[in-house]
């Protein structure tokens, strides 16, 4: 599967964006979906994962309550809306999908987008 993120920008603390993750094929609907993200100098960290149906969620706690993953299988897409967004959410997020990873925080993903950068300027 291909993946494909979009909707990364600059904004500003307090503001909102979405991003948007694309995917290729047909079986979108068998992959578990999950965002990661990396700031500048730093290892990349999981962000929020969703089940195969959107059902279940799970989000790290420095996301948790301001941060909501979503996704349309009828259009092969999942989403991440973030508000309420701080200077230290500044990363490039990238999303990921594997048909059943180990855990849905540490994965392995086996599949990769080529990430969308998010600044949010304080």
């Known amino acids: 599967v291909q993946l494909q993120a979009s909707g990364g920008g600059l904004v500003q603390a307090g503001g909102s964006l979405r991003l948007s993750c694309a995917a290729s094929?047909?079986?979108?609907?068998?992959?578990?979906m999950a965002w990661f993200r990396q700031a500048p100098g730093k290892e990349r960290e999981f962000v929020a994962a969703?089940?195969?149906?959107?059902?279940?969620?799970y989000y790290a706690d420095s996301v948790k309550g301001r941060f909501t993953i979503s996704r349309d299988n009828a259009k092969n897409t999942v989403y991440l809306q973030m508000n309420s967004l701080k200077p230290e959410d500044t990363a490039v997020y990238y999303c990921?999908?594997?048909?059943?990873?180990?855990?849905?925080?540490?994965?392995?993903?086996?599949?990769w987008g080529q990430g969308a950068l998010v600044t949010v300027s304080s």
């Open positions: 094929g047909r079986t979108f609907g068998a992959y578990v």
């Open positions: 969703i089940s195969r149906s959107g059902g279940l969620t």
């Open positions: 990921a999908a594997d048909r059943t990873p180990s855990s849905w925080y540490d994965g392995p993903y086996d599949y």
